[in-house]
């Protein structure tokens, strides 16, 4: 893993002229969220030209340009556990895994081990991009917890913010398999709404005008009983898109505890089966590999239990 400290040059787009400094870096900087580079300006790490910049709020002028030190990891509170890791590619910039449903990401309250954070730790050894923080070594997104599927994870700051880059240009080839309940109509199509945190429920993402674009690309792949299988290609990743969205126009995941609920013969599957997450597979990720240059792709297979689950409906 890098030491030291990485220095970051950011400058102000103009569209983000007149934004509040956190945002504006937030913009320029994609492997920082919003809430790290507060701390940052707030810890005395953001200077333009020899003068610190401690205030988050000060509005931000088009063409400035910032730099932004950005510390490793102070020695990580994470522990590096053995968790058995499936792993699609490897090498000593990136690894990609096959998560299971079930893994946590990485730590945070109520999950402060036993996450593929910590998981990584041990297989690369410690080996991973501290751009993300203490918390969250080598994270350059993320899949929820009973989601099942590839990820990305950057050994070295520079794979970071290449692959950051890509994330935030909505350049990274990303499809998910979802099992829903009714079958869409028409079969394919494009949903285009912004999503944010619910104003009722803090805790759900909902459609809410103003909040950050978020597009999702349908097909369906298959006609079953009362359900679907659909492909979902993302061209932007927001928390929970795929479920919100495929609620919003009627059709829910299958499993998904917080914005679906099954009906009629999918209910009396999803109970004999236990079937008790939503039924969403991360199956295609593609990106432009940060350092060589050269193109990669990967696809895994449906988990045993969707595959289950489909057979069971598929009738």
């Not at 203490?134 to 070295?156: E, N, Q």
């Not at 006609?223 to 919100?244: F, N, P, S, W």
């Not at 969403?280 to 792709?297: D, Y």
Request: with cysteine.
């Amino acid at each position: 893993m890098d030491r030291g400290v990485a220095i970051i040059e950011a400058t102000i787009a103009p569209a983000a002229h007149g934004w509040r400094l956190d945002r504006a870096l937030a913009e320029a900087v994609p492997t920082l969220s919003r809430e790290r580079l507060k701390v940052l300006i707030a810890s005395g790490a953001v200077s333009r030209g020899e003068a610190l910049t401690r205030d988050p709020a000060i509005k931000a002028t088009a063409g400035e340009v910032f730099a932004v030190a950005v510390p490793s990891p102070a020695p990580a509170h994470n522990e590096a556990q053995d968790i058995p890791l499936v792993v699609a590619f490897e090498d000593e910039h990136l690894i990609v895994v096959d998560k299971p449903a079930g893994l946590v990401v990485h730590p945070a309250a109520g999950n402060l081990d036993g996450t593929l954070v910590n998981a990584l730790l041990h297989h690369c050894d410690g080996s991973l991009s501290g751009i993300g923080g203490v918390a969250r070594p080598g994270i350059v997104h993320r899949i929820d917890k009973d989601t099942s599927g590839l990820m990305v994870a950057a050994k070295t700051d520079r794979a970071h913010e290449g692959l950051a880059r890509q994330f935030h240009d909505h350049s990274i080839d990303r499809r998910y398999r979802a099992i829903t309940t009714g079958i869409p109509a028409p079969p394919s199509g494009t949903i285009d709404a912004p999503l944010a945190r619910s104003p009722q429920n803090r805790k759900k993402i909902a459609i809410v005008a103003g909040g950050r674009r978020a597009v999702t690309h349908y097909r369906t792949e298959q006609r079953l009983a009362d359900a679907a299988l659909v492909e979902c290609r993302l061209e932007t990743g927001r928390t929970h898109q795929v479920r919100v969205h495929m609620a919003s126009i009627g059709h829910a995941l299958l499993g998904d505890p917080v914005y679906g609920r099954a009906r009629g013969a999918s209910m009396a599957i999803l109970a004999t089966l236990g079937f008790r997450r939503q039924a969403l597979h991360a199956a295609h990720l593609g990106f432009i590999h940060p350092v060589s240059g050269t193109r990669k792709a990967f696809d895994s297979p449906m988990p045993a239990d969707m595959q289950e689950l489909f057979s069971r409906l598929d009738v």
